[in-house]
Every structure is written in C-alpha cells, then in structure tokens.
C-alpha cells in the first residue's frame, strides 16, 4: 500500500505544481487590431478601446465613446514522442472573449470598463496515452483568469496622458491524471482530480507622451497579485478495483488550495506615422517570472503529505523573467478599409528541460500575423489571424516524475471584433 501511495503522491502533487504552470501561461488576446500586428503598440495605437486593459492612459486617443465585443478561437496542436517512441498528440480548440466600453465625460476626462482573460492554459491529453500512463498521469489541465477591469485616464494636455486601472481576478482551475499502483504492475486504478477557484485584486497604471498627433510612445506597469485559492481534490477509484478495501479506502473528497503569484509586467508601445498611408508599430513587454522560484501549495490529504514526508506541497520552478517584443505594420488603404501586419518574438519564462513539465511544455516562440478593420459611419469589424511557431520542446529528468518527451507544437489564431461609437 506505500508503493501505491507513493504513485498516489506523486500524481496529486504534479496537480498542485502544474496550477502555477497554468497562472504562468499569460495571455495578450483581448485585442483583435492587435492581433493583426502581433500586439505590437499595444496600447497606444488607438484604433480600438482595449487600452482599458494594456495601458489606460492610451484610452485618451479614443474620441468617442463606445463598446467593442469580440473572440479570438485559439486551436492547440503539439505532437509529444517518448525516449522509446511513443507518440501522442493535442489538437482543441480554446475561445478568448473580451469586452470594452469607454465613456468620455469631456475632452480631459475618460472612464471605461472591460472584462477579458489574462492567463489562462489548456493542455489534454488521451486518457491511455504514454503521458496520461507514466508516473504522473498527466490527462488534463485547465484553468482560467477573468479581469474586471475598470478604469480612468486624464488627458493633462496636448502632450501627456495619465491612466489607471483597479483590477479584480476570478480564477478558476481544474487539473486530473491518471492514478496507478506499483502493488498491482503500475495498474491505473482510477484518477485525481483538483478543482480550485479564487479572488484576488490588482491595479495597472500607465503613461502616454504623444509628440504629435503622428507620434507617441507609451509606458505602462500592471502589479503583480497573490491569487488566494481553495478548493476540493477528488479521488476516485474505478470500479473494479472497488473490492479491495485497501485501495477503495484510498478514494475520497480533500480540502485543497493554492496561492501561486501572477507576476508584474511593463509595456513599453510606440505608434509613429511614417507616411499618408503607413505607421509602424512597436512593443516591448517584460515580464518579470523571476518571484515564480517556488509554488506554494496545500492540501488536508494528510496521508498524502506523509507519503511524500512533507508539511506542504511546495514545489520549486526556477522560471526566468521573460521578454516579448513585437513590430507592426498598418496601411490606411482608403476611409474605410486598413490592413495590418506583425511579427513578434514571444520568450518563454520556463528554459530548463528539468523544470519545463508535461502540463505546460512551453517554449519560446514566433508570431507571424495580419489584419484587417472595415469601418462605417458608426460601426467597425475587426479581423486577425495569427500563426505561433514555437521551438522545439523537451521534457527531461523531472524532480516530479514527469514523462521524459519530446514535443513538436504549433498554434493558429482567429480573431473577429465589433465596434461601435456613440
């Protein structure tokens, strides 16, 4: 029975570390301009109401007053091989909604709203797979940030722009693997699973310096926030092991919860007019992982806690501070029609073949995009699409007992957006 628990262990404790990989998975879709040129200028572009959510100051640039809803479907494909050639894969897709409305009390003075999905993370995997059947068991993990975003922005005069953000989080997460017994030949006798929710509050402020009305350049600081979670951990044994009362007592409903820290992050966009008809656009982004050394976690599940002679479930990271920079292009074909383009380089915080999990095979990776806006009287339709190409990943010699794999991944995006001004 200690061998069984030691797989038992070591599965919901690949649970609870993975909900931080999840709150690490930081999101930038909740433009769809700004998904034509790879979310460079950010911000400070001007051409939809999302600086609500990049940097308040850039609502300023909005004349009017109006809403925007809009989604961008993400599909997930990534192709994982074992050292002995097993082989697996992931093929879904994820939708990311977002929406805005700003009010304009005068020509100084701004106040909007917006609710989008900051971090988020989605990676499942067949329930017989040779990930899904190693020690871990990995099958399925998702989680979810909301932002409830309100904000205000004061135009102080024709050059400088202020904006700030109060910021409320829901987060809600569920992880599952596979459980098994080295009693029985390393059987799957039934799965873990964890399900978390939490609130928390952050704020994000920011700054524009316009140079003319071709020209300007923005700066923007979102704060870090504690994400206080609870939840229960569920494990359930299939049935046909239920005969055995050893194991079936094993089966049961434990208090969990974790308190993973969603890092800080500065935005530095520019948007300068080269030409009637073209601007460029760029953004640099750094996120500072570097707080995400070691991932607090807990659970009431006190045989687990002996099996793995622990007092908690802290498990260590060793992720990076990471950088994201992106350029952009717009051209104003006529009053109605601009097209976009963008390229971007997306760094990934977790750069250890040790520490990178099957979870979150994450790796750095390449945007390549375009666009396009029709706008009419009153009303403007946004489109973007986006493809990811990410470096080729690795996970190997976890401290966990993750599946050592090779992974081949890629990503499209699929972005369509409404405006309307007042």
């Known amino acids: 029975m200690n061998n069984f628990y030691k797989f038992a262990a070591v599965s919901a404790f690949a649970l609870i570390c993975a909900d931080a990989h999840a709150a690490g998975y930081q999101l930038n879709e909740y433009s769809v301009t700004g998904l034509g040129r790879s979310f460079a200028g950010v911000g400070v572009a001007g051409d939809d109401y999302s600086a609500i959510a990049y940097n308040p100051a850039g609502m300023t640039l909005m004349k009017r007053s109006g809403v925007q809803v809009g989604t961008t479907i993400t599909q997930v494909r990534s192709k ?91 987060i809600t997460g569920s992880l599952t693997s596979n459980l098994h017994s080295a009693e029985l030949g390393g059987a799957k006798i039934g799965y873990s699973d964890f399900r978390v929710k939490g609130y928390t509050g952050t704020f994000n402020i920011g700054a524009m310096y316009e140079f003319n009305e071709n020209a300007r350049v923005g700066l923007s600081y979102r704060h870090k926030s504690i994400q206080k979670t609870s939840g229960k951990h569920y494990v359930r044994i299939d049935s046909p092991y239920n005969a055995n009362p050893m194991i079936a007592a094993l089966g049961g409903k434990y208090h969990s919860g974790a308190d993973p820290e969603l890092p800080a992050s500065i935005i530095l966009s520019g948007y300068f007019k080269t030409a009637e008809k073209w601007a460029t656009t760029a953004t640099v982004k750094y996120t500072l992982w570097h707080r995400f050394g070691v991932f607090p976690g807990k659970t009431t599940d006190k045989a687990l806690l002996a099996a793995t002679h622990k007092k908690n479930l802290d498990v260590e990271y060793r992720w990076k501070d990471a950088w994201n920079i992106a350029l952009g292009e717009d051209y104003y074909l006529n009053d109605n029609w601009t097209l976009r383009a963008g390229v971007a380089y997306d760094q990934s915080p977790s750069r ?57 991944s890629y990503s499209n995006m699929l972005g369509m957006n409404f405006q309307y001004k007042f």
């Open 80 to 170: 994982a091989q074992g050292d002995k050639g097993e082989k697996t894969d992931m093929d879904f897709l994820i939708p990311l909604p977002s929406a805005f409305g700003q009010y304009n009390v005068n020509d100084k003075l701004f106040l909007g709203a917006g609710v989008y999905v900051p971090f988020g993370l989605a990676t499942r995997y067949k329930h017989d797979s040779f990930i899904a059947q190693g020690k871990t068991g990995v099958r399925k993990s998702e989680l979810e940030v909301i932002d409830f975003n309100f904000s205000g922005a004061y135009k102080l005069n024709n050059n400088w722009s202020f904006g700030a953000s109060a910021i409320f989080r829901r």
């Open 352 to 408: 250890s073949n040790t520490y990178r999990t099957n979870r979150i095979p994450d790796t750095d990776r390449v945007w390549v995009s375009f666009g396009a806006s029709y706008q009419k009287d009153n009303y403007q339709i946004d489109f973007g699409y986006a493809h990811l190409f990410f470096a080729h990943g690795r996970t190997r010699n976890s401290p966990e007992g993750d599946v050592d794999a090779k992974y081949r």
